[in-house]
């Protein structure tokens, strides 16, 4: 009796370790094999991009065509049972004004993409662990899983078991199983995540030994960070325009990732290093410095540009120097040249040599942001004023699209294209 109890004891033992072990996948596809839950999660994912499709928030990623070049492109139409789809290329239509990034828009050119040959990565995003079926959630973990994307399945999981309470225990035995963890007594712990470009955060469960190992990590990754912004924000002294090394990013973005650089790197040792720990403090107090000098001049520069452009220009000159990736002020600079052109209205200009100047800034803002109206508009502006029609017809006409007809620059707009006729 004795070795009989063992022996049911034991295979109890070895039945509720099993149990712990699948308990996740069980509750919604018992006995089911990851390869078959991969092929489920293909199966589902054509519903899931409708319904992103119906909430006007449809998918979007950067895809490679023809294995030579990259494309930020967005679903268009998912087609039949969804394997393959109609995306469209994305083109700029704006920038932020406060941070670095672009405001995009569906171009003309159409792609067809399986989603087996979308990254994993990118599929993983379309996910809101919090939102998201919970069955759902568990396919598109052992999908992430199957791809070695085990960061992600954690995150995307662990925003599951925050909304979902009662299946914590199984997304913890789940992810000792996948990370070949011992499962703690009390459980895994909580670790916030945020990432310091986008500053998206979210949350990880770990061990206490696995928390450590991605502190150290993390400290490393500060450490780099640091040096990565200080390199590109370039010389700190100095008058604004005027120093040898001029910022490589913008400066507004520069201070806002020195901003969430705690929570990005918190709990790590970097912050128990005093000398790195100024060093960051340094770099946002002259980052903070330049902005309000910037923020000044820019305003004194707006103030006047209509009765003085030349000496706006001058202004916003200097600040294409100082922050020479924030496309604002190569864009006002343009603004105060046209200004100074003095268009008119029959043809021709008071000022051919600054109509050249924002003509040779205008052109290029319109190839960067294609799909901006104003940029467009402006182009065609300065064309017309030199006489060439066939190219300004080329601009007015592509910012007739894109304009608001109710706006005073679609009405601008409307008189240039008359006097094309």
């Given at each position: 009796?004795?070795?009989?109890?063992?022996?049911?004891?034991?295979?109890?033992?070895a039945?509720?370790?099993?149990?712990?072990?699948?308990?996740l996948?069980?509750?919604?596809?018992?006995?089911?094999?990851?390869?078959?839950?991969?092929?489920?999660?293909?199966?589902?994912l054509?519903?899931?991009?409708?319904?992103?499709?119906?909430?006007?928030?449809?998918?979007?990623?950067l895809?490679?065509?023809?294995?030579?070049?990259?494309?930020?492109?967005?679903?268009?139409q998912?087609q039949g049972?969804?394997?393959t789809?109609?995306?469209?290329?994305?083109?700029?239509?704006?920038?932020?004004t406060?941070?670095?990034?672009?405001?995009?828009?569906?171009?003309?050119?159409?792609?067809?993409?399986?989603?087996?040959?979308?990254?994993?990565?990118?599929?993983?995003?379309?996910?809101?662990?919090?939102?998201?079926?919970?069955?759902?959630?568990?396919?598109?973990?052992?999908?992430?899983?199957?791809?070695?994307?085990?960061?992600?399945?954690?995150?995307?999981?662990?925003?599951?078991?925050?909304?979902?309470?009662?299946?914590?225990?199984?997304?913890?035995?789940?992810?000792?199983?996948?990370?070949?963890?011992?499962?703690?007594?009390?459980?895994?712990?909580?670790?916030?995540?945020?990432?310091?470009?986008?500053?998206?955060?979210?949350?990880?469960?770990?061990?206490?030994?696995?928390?450590?190992?991605?502190?150290?990590?993390?400290?490393?990754?500060a450490?780099?960070?640091?040096?990565?912004?200080?390199?590109?924000?370039?010389?700190?002294?100095?008058?604004?325009?005027?120093?040898?090394?001029?910022?490589?990013?913008?400066?507004d973005?520069?201070?806002?990732?020195?901003?969430?650089?705690?929570?990005?790197?918190?709990?790590?040792?970097?912050?128990?290093?005093?000398?790195?720990?100024?060093?960051?403090?340094?770099?946002?107090?002259s980052l903070?410095?330049?902005?309000?000098?910037?923020?000044?001049?820019?305003?004194?520069?707006?103030?006047?540009?209509?009765?003085?452009?030349?000496?706006?220009?001058?202004?916003?000159?200097?600040?294409?120097?100082?922050?020479?990736?924030?496309?604002?002020?190569?864009?006002?600079l343009?603004?105060?040249?046209?200004?100074?052109?003095?268009?008119?209205?029959?043809?021709?200009?008071?000022?051919?040599?600054?109509?050249?100047?924002?003509?040779?800034?205008?052109?290029?803002?319109?190839?960067?942001?294609?799909l901006?109206?104003?940029?467009?508009?402006?182009?065609?502006?300065?064309?017309?004023?030199?006489?060439?029609?066939?190219s300004?017809?080329?601009?007015?006409?592509?910012?007739?699209?894109?304009?608001?007809?109710?706006?005073?620059?679609?009405?601008?707009?409307?008189?240039?294209?008359?006097?094309?006729?």
């Amino acid at each position: 009796m004795i070795r009989l109890g063992s022996f049911t004891l034991a295979l109890c033992a070895a039945l509720f370790a099993g149990h712990l072990h699948a308990g996740l996948v069980d509750r919604y596809f018992p006995g089911k094999k990851d390869e078959d839950l991969v092929k489920e999660f293909y199966k589902r994912l054509p519903d899931h991009l409708r319904n992103m499709m119906s909430t006007k928030n449809p998918p979007r990623a950067l895809l490679t065509v023809n294995k030579r070049s990259t494309v930020f492109a967005e679903l268009k139409q998912v087609q039949g049972k969804g394997d393959t789809n109609i995306w469209v290329e994305l083109l700029r239509s704006n920038w932020f004004t406060n941070a670095a990034g672009f405001a995009w828009a569906p171009g003309e050119a159409q792609f067809y993409f399986k989603n087996s040959d979308i990254p994993p990565a990118v599929v993983a995003s379309w996910f809101d662990g919090r939102t998201a079926a919970p069955s759902d959630v568990v396919l598109l973990a052992i999908f992430l899983a199957k791809n070695n994307e085990f960061t992600l399945a954690n995150m995307r999981l662990t925003e599951m078991s925050e909304e979902h309470k009662d299946m914590r225990a199984d997304v913890e035995a789940w992810l000792c199983e996948r990370n070949k963890w011992t499962l703690p007594e009390g459980g895994l712990h909580l670790v916030a995540v945020r990432d310091i470009v986008s500053g998206q955060g979210g949350a990880m469960l770990m061990t206490a030994e696995a928390r450590t190992a991605h502190l150290a990590k993390l400290d490393a990754k500060a450490r780099e960070t640091l040096d990565t912004l200080a390199a590109a924000r370039g010389d700190a002294a100095g008058d604004l325009g005027k120093r040898k090394n001029a910022p490589t990013e913008r400066l507004d973005e520069l201070k806002n990732r020195c901003d969430r650089f705690s929570d990005c790197f918190r709990g790590t040792a970097f912050f128990e290093d005093s000398e790195k720990v100024q060093k960051l403090e340094a770099l946002k107090k002259s980052l903070e410095a330049d902005l309000e000098i910037i923020k000044s001049m820019a305003e004194g520069a707006e103030g006047i540009i209509k009765q003085d452009p030349v000496k706006a220009a001058s202004t916003f000159e200097t600040l294409t120097k100082a922050d020479p990736f924030n496309t604002t002020w190569k864009s006002r600079l343009a603004y105060c040249w046209f200004l100074d052109g003095n268009l008119l209205m029959g043809g021709g200009c008071s000022n051919a040599k600054s109509m050249k100047k924002a003509a040779d800034l205008y052109e290029p803002l319109a190839r960067e942001f294609p799909l901006n109206g104003n940029l467009n508009l402006f182009a065609g502006a300065c064309k017309y004023a030199a006489g060439d029609r066939d190219s300004a017809k080329k601009y007015l006409e592509k910012a007739e699209k894109l304009l608001d007809p109710q706006s005073s620059d679609y009405r601008f707009l409307q008189d240039l294209l008359k006097n094309l006729k």
